[in-house]
């Protein structure tokens, strides 16, 4: 079955650092890929999708993510965090199930920006 | 374009009471689909449409129904509810099949005494 790992439960940066936040998929084929954020309170938003092409998929507010197909992972980057990027941040996976096509969520990751 | 909406925003039910979280979209999307979150495990598929007459299940629809009789609008109802439906309900859709973006409602959160 297919599954999504988000390693890292929460992660705190401090201001102006890097990030990378981890997830790994468990999926036979090429899977379509997505990372969302969640503010306080708020619905999901789209941070970015690979669906085939460049490994590395630009997104929006500064993040990117790598497709690494030979480690099942999908890692998002942003070169230097600003505090309005904590939030949760959730790795997603499209994938043909027995019932169709579905997307499955990680669990999860909390990001703390410290000043 | 309001997007996707929900309603109510909060809601407290008691045990064995039944009630019907609203979805709806602007968007003309054939795709929408609800969600729970709970905590530490993301978000999970209850149930969801590719169009108008036509719904399937997700990964946990026990206890909710769905129906989809326009294309905009998606209620998920609770039958007789029951405090493990205490959760955040979101709904979502996207223009196509879960290849596309899914644009996500605010949420209801519900909790179920």
Redesign the interface.
């Known amino acids: 079955a297919q599954s ?1 790992t988000q390693p890292d ?1 929460h992660i705190t940066v401090s201001e102006g650092a890097s990030l990378e936040l981890r997830c790994n998929y468990s999926y036979g084929a090429t899977p ?1 890929l ?1 990372w ?1 954020v969640q503010s306080p ?6 941070l970015l ?1 690979y ?1 085939s092409g460049d490994t590395l998929v630009q997104g929006i507010k500064g993040f990117e993510a790598e497709f690494k197909r030979s480690q099942s992972s999908f890692n998002l980057r942003k070169p230097s965090v600003h505090w309005s990027d904590a939030a949760e941040y ?1 790795c997603a996976v ?1 994938a043909l199930d027995t ?10 990751t909390r990001l703390f920006v410290k000043a | 374009n309001a997007g ?1 909406t929900q309603t109510p925003k909060f809601q407290v039910l008691k045990t064995g009471q039944s009630m019907t979280l609203q979805c709806a979209q602007d968007m003309n999307h054939e795709y929408m ?1 609800w ?1 729970r979150q709970d905590p ?6 209850i149930h ?1 449409s ?1 169009g108008a007459g036509i719904t ?4 946990v629809p026990n206890g909710y129904n769905v129906s989809r009789s326009t294309t905009e609008d998606f209620p998920l109802r609770l039958l007789s509810a029951a405090p493990s439906q205490t959760s955040v309900y ?1 709904c ?1 859709s996207s223009s196509r ?3 596309d ?2 644009y ?4 209801t959160r519900l909790t179920v005494l």
Do not use: C, N, W
């Open positions: 999504v439960i379509y997505f969302y309170g708020q619905g999901l938003q789209l999708k669906f959730f499209g019932g169709g096509f579905k997307t499955i969520f990680g669990a999860g | 996707v689909s969600y530490g495990m993301g978000l999970r598929l969801y590719v399937d299940q997700g990964e979101f979502a099949v879960h290849t973006t899914q996500f409602g605010p949420g």
